[in-house]
């Protein structure tokens, strides 16, 4: 008899928390509440190896997420080969935030370096520090952070402003500009499920909580919520500071500036190892922003960069051999966490191969399903090459030499094209989530009011190494609009290799571009109705090889909901305070021809 799916999903979980229990023996727990300077006792917990191993290194792990009932997970797979290699682990609540005391903040702004009672993030990371190496027995004198996501963030904060034994660190995933491109916004389109969902997870109470939907499609939630400005009123009731945020500060102001880590990213303090993953639904540019940054500081060849087919902390469990249908042929999560992780903190913490050559840049090539090694990124021999929109769907490196001419769509606000197939079960803990960014994308190919271009099968592989952006000459008859660009690899029809992913379209990157920021993101300007203006959407950096026999496909929509908030198609001086008659539908044209040549420039190698 054939195993039922759930059946072996139970088993694997059996076999997971079995291999967590027996890594879980080997340790000695210390509970502590850890003084910081300004009073306030941090709940945090000390898990020593058992035995006689001399003196370790100490690494260490904060999060707003609750850290009571982690640590047996993480010592039997996201620290498995750490655990192997012997540390002692320290897991920390931050302040506000379950056993822990004081008030949580989202993102605690950088203290005031003059005021010595001051307190952030890169304080009570010191504090703990400090307190580390006089409480806990058997210390090198080295410690090493590293964590995911908001995790990521606190190590990538602790790393601005290091305590002197602080000798390595790993942000993963981690947030480095709320408004440009990470959680809340992109490019100042708001990210209205998550970032909905993820307040009142995080806002609600001390720990965390799931928002109670009574619809099972939130994409019907979300519509029949209607405006922003209905939030507050039917919901939050004024109470969450973060949507209070949102609402007071829709433009890039001083208060999302001081929160951005970017302009304080001025030198590489420890040797840090930069992770992201090509389909991380929530922090993409992240990680990649914090390398290029620090790579500009790189003195000493310590800032390194990973980036696999992960999704939001995919390579911390598991094998990481495949993402929803998409089949990745390495176990790429197992390679990470032995290859990667485990001799990248040997190396700085206990000084274990300290003269063997470590690539700056190991890079998953998708379509290929290979690891590249790269000392920089972007690789130095990537060209750029333009694909242009043409009439009639097509997409070519061939320029437009005829007159200008556009294709047109409606949008309509009423009608927004769902950013994946619905039902859009809740974010956390829907089971979409995870996995939506590998989904195939031609639920959307037929709508109306999207407009698709392909170019003809590859005759030869195409390998985006680095940038992808695309300079978009669009109109239209409102006074705001979206324009959201997705770039997709279109399989073959006759796929051998996977026959039951013949034609699939997988998402390459999406991202949006709101037209009242196509020329400040502080100063938002309405735009002039049937005036063509140019467009840049950034999608951010990839490495993947189009498949001969393979299409490359643009398309190019105004919504993407609910991932994206609507916008109004008429300018308001604030979308949040946008009432629900301020919604109207809009005529948009894209616009392709010698004068307004609409392409996507990508950073391509030559096939080997």
Request: hydrophobic share 35%; charged share 25%.
């Amino acid at each position: 008899m054939r195993p039922t799916a759930r059946f072996l999903t139970v088993c694997v979980a059996l076999v997971l928390i079995a291999s967590a229990a027996r890594a879980q023996e080997r340790f000695d727990r210390t509970d502590a509440m850890v003084p910081m300077r300004d009073g306030t006792k941090l709940f945090t917990t000390i898990h020593a190896p058992r035995g006689e191993l001399g003196k370790l290194p100490i690494i260490l792990l904060r999060t707003p997420y609750g850290i009571d009932g982690r640590t047996e997970r993480l010592l039997g797979n996201y620290f498995k080969e750490l655990a192997e290699d012997g540390y002692v682990f320290v897991l920390q609540d931050i302040r506000g935030r379950y056993r822990s005391e004081g008030k949580f903040v989202m993102l605690r702004p950088a203290r005031d370096p003059k005021d010595p009672k001051a307190v952030d993030e890169a304080s009570d990371t010191h504090d703990t520090i400090e307190y580390l190496l006089k409480h806990v027995k058997n210390n090198n004198g080295r410690v090493g952070m590293l964590g995911i996501s908001y995790p990521g963030w606190l190590t990538a904060v602790a790393a601005l402003d290091p305590h002197p034994a602080l000798k390595a660190v790993s942000p993963q995933a981690s947030p480095s500009d709320m408004f440009l491109g990470d959680d809340f916004h992109h490019n100042g389109a708001f990210r209205l499920s998550y970032g909905f969902e993820y307040v009142a997870l995080m806002e609600t109470d001390k720990t965390n909580y799931d928002f109670k939907f009574d619809k099972h499609d939130t994409y019907e939630w979300y519509l029949k919520l209607g405006a922003l400005s209905n939030v507050n009123k039917k919901h939050f009731k004024n109470k969450l500071p973060t949507w209070n945020d949102f609402v007071a500060h829709p433009n890039y102001d001083a208060f999302w500036k001081k929160l951005s880590l970017e302009p304080q990213i001025d030198k590489v303090t420890v040797p840090t190892l930069n992770v992201g993953g090509w389909y991380d639904q929530e922090d993409f540019r992240g990680p990649l922003r914090i390398y290029e940054l620090l790579e500009k500081h790189d003195t000493k060849n310590q800032n390194f960069l990973v980036v696999g087919p992960w999704n939001h902390g995919g390579w911390a469990a598991g094998k990481g051999n495949k993402l929803g249908k998409v089949s990745f042929d390495l176990n790429t999560g197992e390679y990470f966490r032995k290859d990667v992780q485990a001799p990248f903190f040997a190396r700085y913490l206990k000084d274990a191969g300290a003269n063997q050559k470590v690539p700056e840049a190991r890079v998953f090539q998708t379509g290929a399903n290979t690891w590249e090694s790269y000392d920089r990124w972007p690789p130095k021999d990537a060209a750029a090459r333009k694909l242009y929109f043409h009439a009639k769907g097509k997409l070519s490196f061939d320029a437009p030499t005829g007159d200008d001419a556009s294709d047109e769509y409606v949008s309509d606000p009423a009608n927004p094209v769902p950013y994946r197939p619905r039902p859009v079960r809740p974010t956390y803990p829907g089971p979409e989530w995870p996995e939506w960014m590998v989904q195939d994308q031609r639920f959307t190919q037929n709508r109306p009011d999207v407009l698709t271009y392909e170019t003809e099968p590859l005759t030869e592989d195409v390998i985006v190494a680095g940038s992808m952006k695309v300079k978009l000459f669009g109109s239209t008859t409102g006074t705001d609009c979206d324009w959201i660009v997705r770039l997709i690899d279109v399989y073959p029809e006759d796929y051998k290799k996977q026959p039951d992913m013949g034609g699939y379209q997988l998402l390459i990157a999406g991202e949006p571009a709101r037209a009242r920021f196509r020329k400040s993101l502080e100063k938002p300007e309405a735009v002039k109705p049937g005036a063509v203006e140019e467009y840049t959407v950034d999608l951010v950096w990839g490495h993947h090889r189009f498949r001969k026999g393979h299409k490359i496909m643009v398309q190019v929509s105004s919504t993407w909901f609910p991932v994206i908030d609507r916008n109004p198609q008429k300018f308001v001086p604030n979308i949040f305070e946008a009432t629900d008659a301020d919604f109207q539908k809009a005529t948009q044209h894209v616009h392709h021809g010698a004068k307004h040549p609409s392409h996507i420039t990508l950073d391509v190698l030559k096939a080997k």
